[in-house]
């Protein structure tokens, strides 16, 4: 069993739509969940972080965890074409080396 | 402006050929990484390092080797180049609070 799963797409919504990308992990001992959008042939950037169950807003995005049922998603409102990217889940603990990263979610946005 | 460099950011190379790609942050992180990546594929973790002098094979095994003499300095090196070394490399450094992504070195062995 992976560390991180996600679905790998592509996920595929109408430019205005809302984007729903999911992730779930296998420590239950995790305490630190990101996503990174990384676009084809970059590097990734991380839009978000979450450390606490329930939602956290940044503009058109949201984090969504629940640990209990060791799920973390991201939803993106009014999706643009720039938004077309993979977006890589990735989770961790404090003073742990290293996080697990998912395969990521390939995510289209059609205008 | 703390940030995390990688040179060169492409390299074709001949086989056999001895390479160092250089990885340098000004983040202060102590924690560093090599992950290799091919197109559309996922991450793989070949090194990582703990702090100066401390370093440890990822995921997936891979022939080349890493150093840490310095905090802000994680080199990668490969002794002998081969075709099946063609990949994009990206280095990172953390905190507690994510990763940060150098631009990556896209590497072509021929």
């Known amino acids: 069993q992976k560390e991180v799963e996600q679905n790998s797409g592509p996920l595929s919504v109408p430019e205005g739509a809302i984007a729903s990308l999911n992730c779930t992990y296998s420590d239950r001992g995790s305490q630190s969940f990101f996503w990174y959008r990384q676009y084809s042939g970059k590097s990734p950037e991380l839009i978000m972080s979450?450390?606490?169950?329930g939602d956290k807003e940044d503009g058109r995005f949201t984090a969504q965890l629940n640990k209990a049922s060791q799920y973390v998603s991201l939803l993106i409102r009014d999706s643009q074409p720039s938004d077309s990217a993979t977006y890589l889940c990735a989770v961790g603990r404090y003073n742990f080396n290293k996080f697990y990263f998912g395969s990521g979610t390939k995510l289209n946005v059609k205008p | 402006e703390a940030d995390i460099y990688q040179t060169p950011r492409y390299l074709v190379i001949g086989t056999g050929k001895k390479i160092t790609l250089e990885c340098s942050q000004t983040?202060?992180?102590?924690?560093m990484y090599w992950y290799q990546q091919d197109p559309g594929m996922e991450l793989h973790l070949i090194h990582y390092?703990?702090?100066?002098?401390?370093?440890e094979k990822g995921d997936l095994s891979s022939e080349s080797t890493v150093s840490r003499i310095r905090t802000e300095h994680f080199p990668l090196t490969l002794e002998s180049a081969r075709p099946s070394h063609t990949s994009q490399y990206l280095c990172?450094?953390?905190?507690?609070?994510?990763?940060?992504f150098g631009s990556g070195t896209r590497l072509t062995v021929v």
């Open positions: 983040m202060g992180h102590d924690k």
């Open positions: 390092s703990y702090g100066v002098n401390s370093t």
């Open positions: 990172a450094s953390s905190d507690d609070y994510g990763y940060t």
């Open positions: 979450i450390y606490s169950n």
